[in-house]
């Protein structure tokens, strides 16, 4: 990851960069050398290229900061409205169940909003806003104990046993039985 936590710039370090953008941008209108703007701003010669093209096309105002790049898909009103849908349930929305998933959250959110997350982003923008990862406090009453007693007793071991070598080996390739 480029910037430490996935945070981007902050605020004062984008307004940093703008600045030396709009200080190239004088020293093109004085028609200083790319090489020669570049050593006395200390940045890259590719930088002050691609700032000089953008200057070119727009002036000073295509150097100015766009915000941060990582604007929230999702703003403070709109994840507002899917609090609101989520706290409504899954069943409400047409899923069989009382589980919400990030897959079922994306959906809901493409469905109501219509715009698409990742279900990383989902998970950090949850995460931002207080949501957790949920565990059931108790076992689902359609569970059969007998059922799982017997695969834990009969079908487990069976495939554990695949994984497990016969004996004590040795990788060692010194040893006289190895050759």
């Given amino acids: 990851?480029?910037?430490p936590q996935g945070g981007g710039l902050t605020a004062e370090r984008r307004a940093f960069r703008e600045r030396i953008r709009i200080?190239?941008?004088e020293l093109f209108a004085?028609?200083?050398d790319n090489a020669a703007i570049a050593r006395?701003?200390?940045v890259s010669v590719r930088s002050v290229q691609r700032w000089h093209q953008a200057w070119e096309h727009g002036g000073t105002p295509a150097l100015l900061s766009k915000g941060?790049?990582?604007r929230p898909?999702?703003?403070e009103a709109l994840f507002e409205v899917l609090e609101q849908e989520l706290a409504k349930g899954p069943v409400a929305h047409g899923w069989p169940d009382q589980t919400w998933t990030l897959a079922r959250i994306k959906t809901l959110i493409g469905r109501r909003f219509h715009k698409s997350m990742t279900l990383s982003a989902i998970?950090?923008?949850l995460h931002r806003h207080g949501f957790s990862h949920q565990v059931p406090a108790r076992r689902a009453v359609e569970r059969n104990e007998e059922t799982v007693t017997g695969w834990v007793k009969e079908t487990w071991p069976q495939v554990e046993?695949?994984?497990r070598r016969s004996g004590p080996g040795c990788a060692s390739k010194t040893r006289p039985g190895s050759r």
């Fill in 1 to 3: 990851m480029r910037y």
């Fill in 23 to 25: 200080h190239a941008a």
């Fill in 30 to 32: 004085l028609g200083h």
């Fill in 40 to 42: 006395q701003l200390r």
């Fill in 68 to 70: 941060p790049a990582s």
């Fill in 73 to 75: 898909k999702l703003s």
């Fill in 123 to 125: 998970a950090q923008m």
């Fill in 161 to 163: 046993t695949l994984w």
